[in-house]
């Protein structure tokens, strides 16, 4: 007994969790020297966009379509019917999200942003407002492409990065009422609405806000459309935060959820846990016979939206697989275990943590970095030059200009975002990660920020190019 160390077992009063799987299979890992990240790290601009995934050494870039899949979905993917119409995936994929999502009529498509696109052209008519919870990047674009404007009524915590409010990501109901009044209904598209919000940190919306906008758009007869990419991790903060979803299972949270909204779009290649594909959703039959005409031209036929069978099948799986409580928590509680170690040592990172990434404070890391001068993108920097780390930018590059004046767009969050891919890398990684954070913090006084040399028009911060100042 004696061997036992002191803080194992649960005599001890303390019990952990675990990974709700094992590994059958690995993919070596290459350490990268450090004289080839300084070459990597030039050729590449200083944009960790356009570094090659063979020069990374542990890739936090993002977790879009970057998860590992199951022995299920794989077996799953030998079951592909690759008819060119009706195949038997698209019928399993259809049962999967009328299930567990519930919505009336479904659309796939070849990832989350194919359905933005449809959605955007379908739902707004040029000069409309589009009101969200904060922007995401491609579904901003698609909408103003579209020509809608979108207005930010997320709640003001979420862009304070220090505020622990439980769900960061509520819209801020009095705001969107004050637009409603003031603009009039008829202008609004439809209510932008994302669980969790990814550019505000991964923060949760909760139930009772859903539920309260879902009574103030029914007074104004205006639609919601829901951004459902991470809305299982959504619930899992519902369940863990929310009265009364304690013993609630997270698919019925979802469920419940989703009944508070008209439809929505999906980017598979996160929560349902595939490498590539997506889906629209919508309950009214007019509006999905204008999107079902309209996929045929940009995705594919209405059957299969850009997707290939098996592609489809491993989507149906990945989307049972991502509703289980504890694959759920485990996943969640992963990205916390890095938060914890983060915070431990002082690192400014948004809090409280959200549910697929740590977002470091790029703002407070490098206090003496202007934002014209590109705060989080050096720091993504700087974390790949010290261990070969792959983070992203999401602040002022990321935000891109103002279509109107051509300014940058200068968001109050400068983040930089350290992604964790599902059921891809252990708890060792995490610790050789927050280490390499560390390193860099502890020598932030000496970094300088970056000038950008290239800017493409359109989300310029997959493309843009930058030299060290
Ligand atoms: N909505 C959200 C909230 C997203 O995070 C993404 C993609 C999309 C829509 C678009 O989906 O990539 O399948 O076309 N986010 C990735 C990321 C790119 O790294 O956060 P997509």
């Known amino acids: ?49 356009l570094l090659k995934s063979d020069d990374v050494y542990i890739d936090l ?38 299930t567990h999502y519930g919505y009336a009529h479904i659309l796939p ?32 674009l ?43 209904a008829n202008r609004i598209a439809y209510v932008s609405l994302a669980g969790t919000v990814n550019m505000a940190g991964g923060q949760p919306v909760s139930m009772e806000n859903v539920k309260a ?19 299982a991790e959504n619930a899992y903060f519902i369940q863990e935060r929310e009265p009364g979803y304690a013993d609630v299972p997270i698919a019925a949270i979802v469920r419940e959820f989703c009944s508070c909204t008209d439809g929505a779009w999906m980017s598979g290649k996160k929560d349902n846990l595939v490498n590539i594909g997506g889906w629209l959703a919508v309950n009214d039959w007019t509006l999905y016979e204008e999107l079902r005409n309209l996929i045929v031209v940009y995705e594919g036929l209405h059957t299969y939206g850009g997707m290939a069978g098996r592609d489809m099948e491993a989507m ?50 490098y206090p003496h970095i202007p934002q014209h ?42 983040l930089t975002r350290l992604t964790i891919p599902r059921r891809v890398y252990t708890q060792a990684h995490m610790d050789v990660v927050a280490e390499s954070v560390k390193t860099i913090f502890d020598r932030r006084a000496e970094t300088r920020g970056l000038r950008m040399t290239y800017e493409p028009r359109y989300l310029r911060f997959f493309q843009a190019r930058f030299e060290r100042l």
């Open 373 to 414: 001068e590109f705060p989080a993108q050096t720091l993504a920097a700087e974390l790949y030059l010290d261990s070969g780390i792959r983070a992203m930018e999401r602040g002022v590059v990321s935000a891109g200009r103002n279509p109107e004046t051509g300014d940058h767009n200068f968001p109050r969050l400068e």
């Open 109 to 140: 498509t070849h990832q989350g942003r194919g359905a933005e696109h449809l959605l955007s052209r379908c739902a707004i008519t040029p000069g409309q407002l589009v009101p969200g919870n904060m922007y995401f990047t491609t579904t901003r």
């Open 213 to 231: 906008l879902r009574v103030l758009c029914d007074r104004h007869g205006v639609r919601i459309f829901l951004d459902a990419t991470r809305m």
């Open 1 to 49: 007994m004696d061997a036992i160390p002191q803080t194992m077992g649960p005599q001890f009063g303390r019990r952990s969790w675990a990974e709700p799987w094992k590994i059958k299979m690995v993919e070596p890992l290459r350490r990268v020297t450090a004289a080839e990240r300084v070459s990597a790290l030039r050729a590449a601009d200083y944009n960790t966009f």
């Open 316 to 365: 149906a799986i990945g989307i049972e697989e991502c509703l289980q409580d504890d694959y759920i928590r485990s996943r969640v509680g992963q990205v916390h275990y890095l938060g914890e170690l983060l915070t431990d040592w002082n690192v400014p990172i948004v809090q409280p943590v959200g549910g697929h990434a740590v977002f470091l404070d790029a703002r407070a890391f």
């Open 61 to 98: 870039l993002t977790d879009s379509g970057t998860g590992a899949m199951s022995d299920r979905q794989w077996a799953g993917m030998m079951l592909g019917d690759e008819a060119y119409a009706g195949s038997r995936n698209f019928y399993r994929l259809e049962a999967a999200v009328r």
């Open 142 to 184: 698609h909408q103003e492409l579209a020509g809608g404007v979108f207005v930010d009524v997320i709640v003001e915590d979420a862009h304070d990065t220090t505020s622990l409010h439980p769900f960061k990501g509520n819209v801020d109901l009095g705001r969107l009422e004050a637009l409603i009044a003031k603009e009039g």
